[in-house]
């Protein structure tokens, strides 16, 4: 699988398409029998990786919707970055064709029970323009078709400060794709409109995530080894363990509700803006990428960006990446439990904790990050790579599971060994 591949494709789970493209396939397959078999293409990916953490209070992990990590779960772990991938496309006509894309990850509940990360149905009106139903990707990052193909990537893995302001990858509707060329410079429009349900656990809030009626728009534009992105996304975000925690404050009266209405998460809006640029001419390249996002809810105001740079030498590449995140209230007094009769305050108090630890764990931290990739043979990388992550006062930085030993701020180093293969 090529860069470009896998640009054009990509892929969460809607069983009910993922059904209906199954069916479409062995109808295709059984009407076309010997004659075409260049009809259907199976590729894939994986990883298989494992990653130590100096922080042993609490857990490092390459995304929110794993239940545990590096650190304190494991001094060892391979669930940071290792999956196995595999995908079905089907080219049923020159207009009409279909991907099916299955990963197997570590889940929230700590299986590796596969899971559709995209099923799409695409219909090519133009040779420019096409439109697509089902589960898509969210187009908000310049690694957002590949992000999980790190073979891909430089990295062992995109900068948690800034691809974890989207953690979310996938859209369940249908996304428009329109490309045309203003003089030297090519522009890749893309918009998609859907719903993403997500289920969290315990260590980063147990209960489900939503963001429905998801609208983004994006502009990729390309000249010569320079590629530019613009982003933006807009939608409304829920939280179910959030939504009834913040049930319980309003049972404390107006300061109660008052601090609910300005934190919970039902239904709130959420809007994201991006931009980021690379450039590869072959034997270097450097990338830099930055977002921001008002979510109107606990999770407040987050912005991040970084910038990496990298020299081919034959096949090995040395990189280094710099990334920093910020974030806005990062604590709140809550209720005033001195002004609350006693068999009040004890559950007042708890109240408080868990909002200071849903703020604490907005990321505000700066990483420095070393690394090299050796592809020692075909199809296939080897990566390793050091951060050192510097966490601001008040955070947790992207840390999670976090135990009652752990202090917020702080620093910590991950030592991180990957084999990325496509095939």
Same mark, same amino acid.
């Given at each position: 699988? +090529?860069?470009? $591949? @896998?640009?054009?494709?990509? #892929?969460?789970?809607?069983?009910?398409?993922?059904?209906?493209?199954?069916?479409?396939? =062995?109808?295709?397959?059984?009407? %076309?029998?010997?004659?075409?078999?260049?009809?259907?293409?199976?590729?894939?990916?994986?990883? %298989?990786?494992?990653?130590?953490?100096?922080?042993?209070? @609490? *857990?490092?992990?390459?995304? &929110?919707?794993?239940?545990?990590?590096?650190?304190?779960?494991?001094? #060892?772990?391979?669930?940071?970055?290792?999956?196995?991938?595999?995908?079905?496309?089907?080219?049923?006509?020159?207009?009409?064709?279909?991907?099916?894309?299955?990963?197997?990850?570590?889940?929230? *509940?700590?299986?590796?029970?596969?899971?559709?990360?995209?099923?799409? &149905?695409?219909?090519?009106?133009?040779?420019?323009?096409?439109?697509?139903?089902?589960?898509?990707?969210?187009?908000?990052?310049?690694?957002?078709?590949?992000?999980?193909?790190?073979?891909?990537?430089?990295?062992?893995?995109?900068?948690?400060?800034?691809?974890?302001?989207?953690? &979310?990858?996938?859209?369940?509707?249908?996304?428009?794709? $329109?490309?045309?060329? !203003?003089?030297?410079?090519?522009?890749?429009?893309?918009?998609?409109?859907?719903?993403?349900?997500?289920?969290?656990?315990?260590?980063?809030?147990?209960?489900?995530?939503?963001?429905?009626?998801?609208?983004?728009?994006?502009?990729?534009?390309?000249?010569?080894?320079?590629?530019?992105?613009?982003?933006?996304?807009?939608?409304?975000? +829920?939280?179910?363990?959030?939504?009834?925690?913040?049930?319980?404050?309003?049972?404390?009266?107006?300061?109660?509700?008052?601090?609910?209405?300005?934190?919970?998460?039902? %239904? =709130?809006?959420?809007?994201?803006?991006?931009?980021?640029?690379?450039?590869?001419?072959?034997?270097?390249?450097?990338?830099?990428?930055?977002? !921001? =996002?008002?979510?109107? +809810?606990?999770?407040?105001?987050?912005?991040?960006?970084?910038?990496?740079?990298?020299?081919?030498?034959?096949?090995?590449?040395?990189?280094?990446?710099? @990334?920093? !995140?910020?974030?806005?209230?990062?604590?709140?007094?809550?209720?005033?439990?001195?002004?609350?009769?006693?068999?009040?305050?004890?559950? @007042?108090?708890?109240?408080?904790?868990?909002?200071?630890? &849903?703020?604490?764990?907005?990321?505000?931290?700066? =990483?420095?990050?070393?690394?090299?990739?050796?592809?020692?043979?075909?199809?296939? %990388?080897?990566?390793?790579?050091?951060?050192?992550?510097?966490? /601001?006062? /008040?955070?947790? /930085?992207?840390?999670?599971?976090?135990?009652?030993?752990?202090?917020?701020?702080?620093?910590?180093?991950?030592?991180?060994?990957?084999?990325?293969?496509?095939?």
């Amino acid at each position: 699988m +090529s860069l470009r $591949y @896998a640009r054009k494709y990509g #892929w969460h789970s809607v069983p009910n398409i993922a059904a209906a493209l199954l069916a479409l396939c =062995t109808a295709a397959s059984a009407s %076309a029998g010997d004659s075409d078999p260049s009809m259907f293409s199976f590729s894939g990916f994986g990883t %298989a990786g494992v990653v130590h953490s100096s922080e042993d209070q @609490a *857990d490092f992990s390459s995304s &929110i919707f794993k239940p545990n990590g590096a650190g304190y779960s494991h001094t #060892w772990s391979t669930g940071v970055d290792s999956l196995i991938a595999a995908q079905v496309a089907a080219d049923f006509t020159p207009q009409l064709s279909a991907v099916l894309q299955v990963i197997s990850e570590q889940n929230h *509940d700590g299986t590796y029970r596969p899971n559709v990360e995209w099923a799409n &149905i695409k219909y090519q009106f133009t040779p420019n323009f096409n439109a697509r139903v089902g589960r898509t990707v969210l187009p908000v990052f310049l690694a957002s078709d590949y992000r999980k193909v790190a073979y891909a990537n430089p990295w062992v893995r995109p900068p948690l400060e800034v691809y974890g302001l989207v953690p &979310i990858t996938g859209s369940d509707g249908v996304d428009v794709n $329109y490309s045309f060329q !203003a003089g030297e410079f090519k522009h890749t429009l893309q918009g998609s409109y859907g719903n993403n349900e997500k289920k969290l656990t315990a260590g980063n809030g147990r209960g489900r995530g939503k963001f429905k009626r998801a609208l983004s728009i994006s502009d990729t534009v390309e000249y010569d080894a320079l590629t530019l992105h613009f982003a933006y996304m807009q939608g409304n975000l +829920s939280g179910s363990s959030i939504h009834q925690l913040f049930n319980v404050f309003r049972q404390f009266g107006p300061e109660g509700v008052a601090l609910a209405e300005k934190y919970d998460s039902d %239904a =709130t809006p959420l809007s994201f803006v991006g931009v980021g640029a690379s450039y590869d001419p072959g034997d270097w390249f450097v990338m830099a990428e930055g977002g !921001a =996002t008002d979510t109107h +809810s606990v999770f407040g105001k987050k912005s991040a960006w970084y910038v990496s740079g990298g020299y081919r030498i034959g096949k090995f590449t040395p990189y280094l990446t710099y @990334a920093r !995140a910020r974030a806005d209230h990062l604590s709140d007094p809550g209720l005033t439990v001195s002004a609350l009769p006693p068999f009040l305050a004890g559950p @007042a108090t708890g109240l408080n904790a868990a909002l200071n630890s &849903i703020l604490r764990g907005k990321a505000v931290q700066n =990483t420095v990050s070393i690394g090299g990739r050796w592809d020692f043979m075909k199809n296939t %990388a080897l990566k390793l790579q050091f951060d050192r992550t510097d966490v /601001g006062e /008040g955070s947790n /930085g992207v840390l999670f599971n976090t135990q009652p030993g752990f202090q917020p701020g702080g620093k910590f180093d991950v030592f991180s060994v990957a084999v990325d293969f496509v095939f």
